[in-house]
């Protein structure tokens, strides 16, 4: 029953830079993890990045030293700040969460990085 919704996708130029933030409603408790996946046309969704409510943090190796996440746990909302992006991170943004209810996922926001 958590919904998530993400925000702040857009288009934006190689080499710049973009935040999305994800927040969570429909629980009383603060989610174990949250994070982000993406997904391109004709590929598999990929896992982006990862933190714990402890603040435990994993990335993918192709982002790694680009992007950051990070989250407010008061709030229930995770946030992933992109910089030097590249057109192979175009995608479909999708938030996950998994908590005492398990697992949820938002509906995606789409970022598009032009070459």
């Known amino acids: 029953q958590v919904q998530l919704v993400e925000s702040g996708g857009g288009l934006v130029q190689a080499g710049g830079s973009l935040r999305v933030s994800c927040a969570a409603s429909g629980t009383r408790f603060v989610l174990n993890l949250m994070g982000w996946y993406r997904q391109a046309p004709g590929k598999q969704r990929e896992l982006v990045a990862t933190?714990?409510?402890?603040?435990?943090?994993n990335y993918a190796d192709s982002v790694k030293g680009r992007f950051t996440i990070s989250r407010e746990n008061a709030k229930n909302t995770v946030y992933l700040q992109m910089n030097s992006l590249k057109p192979e991170d175009t995608s479909v943004y999708y938030c996950?969460?998994?908590?005492?209810?398990?697992?949820?996922w938002g509906q995606g926001t789409q970022v598009t990085v032009s070459s």
């Open positions: 996950y969460a998994n908590g005492v209810s398990g697992t949820s």
């Open positions: 933190v714990t409510q402890g603040g435990n943090v």
